[in-house]
């Protein structure tokens, strides 16, 4: 079975752009959850999607936005980029029920300069 | 709130070293626990978990034990290798809920 894919792996920006990452769940996983890695403040999550409906979320600003698709593919957008925004964004999926083991993607690495 | 709190690193030993990485949690009621494992220029991969009190998860002689009235969940590995040098993640996630919080990461390396 195809593990989690993350497209694209590498993205340079600069300030004030928008940029949309797209993951690719395993085949059968309803849930998407989408994970911010940075060097200070480690992995912080953003936010989780089940059947195309955001069903968590973390606590970072609106300029951080994300949907679900009905393949369950999943995109997410970050808006006016900031320099703090300099991050690898993992994404993970699982059959979303409780306890659910989440497989991760690779990562997009995200340089906004 | 929910928190895992994880032994800085990093952490250097030599091949067949005992490695124990500590991790205590602070979390309400029953939540399940992960070790993640994270290799240069990947993502993360599941190494363990356990979803209750006393279950012990295992893998790849790497062992953890869900710890309650402690609120532990240190990794441990007998004999570790130098392609087990990689950061290592706790976590948990709760009851009903689907993310996970993480731990700080504790970055291993392992000389021959």
């Known amino acids: 079975k195809a593990g989690v894919t993350q497209t694209p792996r590498y993205l340079i920006k600069t300030r004030g752009q928008q940029v949309t990452l797209s993951c690719s769940p395993i085949s059968g996983h309803r849930s998407v959850s989408w994970y911010q890695q940075t060097p200070g403040q480690g992995l912080q999550f953003l936010f989780e999607y089940f059947s195309e409906t955001q069903r968590n979320k973390g606590n970072f600003p609106g300029r951080f936005s994300g949907r679900q698709f009905s393949n369950s593919r999943s995109e997410m957008n970050v808006s006016t980029l900031e320099l703090g925004d300099s991050a690898l964004y993992l994404c993970a999926s699982s059959l979303g029920e409780g306890r659910a083991t989440q497989y991760f993607g690779p990562g997009t690495r995200l340089t906004v300069l | 709130g929910d928190s895992v709190t994880q032994m800085e690193g990093p952490v250097t030993l030599s091949e067949e070293a005992f490695l124990t990485i500590n991790c205590t949690y602070t979390?309400?009621?029953?939540?399940?626990l992960f070790w993640y494992v994270q290799y240069p220029g990947e993502g993360l991969q599941l190494l363990l978990k356990a979803t209750k009190a006393d279950d012990k998860g295992s893998n790849k002689g790497f062992e953890a034990t869900y710890r309650k009235e402690t609120t532990s969940f240190h990794l441990e590995k007998g004999s570790v290798q130098v392609s087990d040098s990689a950061v290592y993640f706790c976590?948990?996630?709760?009851?009903?809920?689907?993310?996970?919080?993480f731990g700080t990461g504790t970055r291993l390396t392992v000389i021959p």
């Open positions: 979390a309400t009621g029953y939540p399940s």
């Open positions: 976590a948990l996630s709760k009851t009903g809920a689907n993310n996970l919080f």
